[in-house]
C-alpha cells in the first residue's frame, strides 16, 4: 500500500516541502526513503502532491513537489455529524475513524442531558483524524469541532437538510428515504449511549430537523453514527455517478 504523508500548509513553501518530525522519521527511520525517492502527501487543505525526495536525513526530510492534484478522494455531498460524546473514548475514536473513510467533512462532539462527559482528549482525536485521512486517501482533513451543546448544535446554519437519529421515529421514516437527492450537505445527530430525551428529539423537530430511523434494531451510539454515515455518503455517491 502506499503511503501517504501528511504535510500541513505550513510545511511547504513553492515547490518546496520539509515533512514533520514524525513524517521524517517514518520516512527516512522505518521506510528507508532515499534521496531521488517520490513519495505521495496530502496538506490537509484539498492538495495532494508527488514529492521527490531532495534530502533525508535522520531529523530532516526535503522534496521538492513534481505533481500537484487537487480534492483528491474528497466527495462532493458536505456531510455534517454530531454524535453525544461516549463514556468510552475509543468507542467515540471508533466513529470518527470510520466516518473519516465514509467521508464526512466534519464530526460536533455533543453534550446532551444524558451524555456523562463534557469533554474528550482532543490531541488524540487529531491524530486519529490524520491517520485516518491518510489511510483512506483523503486530501482534507475532516473538521473536528469544540465540545457543542445542544441548544447550539440546533442553532447552526448552513446544511440543507437536518436529521435527527431516533430509536423511535417512525420505521417508514428511514435516513436514506428522507434524503433529498438534490441536496449537497446535510447535518445528522447520533445521541450518546443513553440516547436522546423526548424533549431533545421534540426541540429539534421545532427547528426544521426531520427524526429519522436507523432501522428496526437499537444501534450503538458509535454503530448508528457509521451507519448513518454509510447510507448517507453511498447515496450520494450514486447520485453523483448519475448526474
Ligand atoms: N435510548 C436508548 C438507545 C440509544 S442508542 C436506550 O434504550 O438506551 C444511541 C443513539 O443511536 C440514539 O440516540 C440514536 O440517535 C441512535 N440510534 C440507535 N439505534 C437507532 C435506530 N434504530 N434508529 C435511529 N437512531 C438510532
Not at 513534481?66 to 473514548?89: A, D, I, M
Not at 488524540?124 to 448544535?153: N, P
Request: glycine share 10%.
Amino acid at each position: 500500500m502506499t503511503t501517504n504523508y501528511y504535510i500541513p500548509p505550513e510545511q511547504i513553501s513553492g515547490s518546496y516541502v520539509v515533512l514533520p518530525a514524525e513524517e521524517a522519521k517514518h520516512a527516512g527511520q522505518v521506510l528507508r526513503k532515499r534521496v531521488g525517492d517520490v513519495i505521495t502527501a496530502v496538506d490537509g487543505v484539498g492538495g495532494w502532491y508527488a514529492v521527490e525526495l531532495t534530502k533525508v536525513e535522520k531529523r530532516r526530510v526535503a522534496g521538492m513537489i513534481r505533481e500537484t492534484k487537487r480534492e483528491v478522494g474528497e466527495p462532493e455531498f458536505q456531510l455534517t455529524v454530531g454524535l453525544g460524546l461516549l463514556k468510552n473514548q475509543r468507542r467515540f475514536e471508533m466513529f470518527v475513524e470510520k466516518a473519516v473513510e465514509l467521508g464526512v467533512s466534519r464530526i460536533i462532539p455533543l453534550t446532551t442531558a444524558r451524555t456523562e462527559k463534557s469533554s474528550h482528549r482532543t490531541e488524540r482525536m487529531h491524530k486519529v483524524l490524520v491517520a485516518a485521512m491518510k489511510q483512506c486517501g483523503r486530501s482534507r482533513l475532516v473538521q473536528l469541532d469544540a465540545v457543542t451543546g445542544w441548544d447550539d448544535v440546533l442553532a447552526m446554519g448552513g446544511f440543507e437538510q437536518k436529521f435527527v437519529c431516533h430509536e423511535k421515529a417512525n420505521s417508514g421514516d428511514v435516513i436514506l428515504g428522507a434524503l433529498d437527492p438534490r441536496s449537497t450537505s446535510a447535518l445528522i445527530l447520533i445521541g450518546p449511549e443513553g440516547g436522546f430525551s423526548e424533549k431533545e428529539v421534540d426541540s429539534a423537530v421545532e427547528r426544521s430537523f426531520m427524526s429519522v430511523s436507523l432501522g428496526s434494531r437499537r444501534l450503538r451510539a458509535e454503530t448508528a453514527g457509521i451507519a448513518a454515515c454509510a447510507g448517507v455518503m453511498l447515496k450520494a455517491a450514486q447520485i453523483a455517478l448519475r448526474s
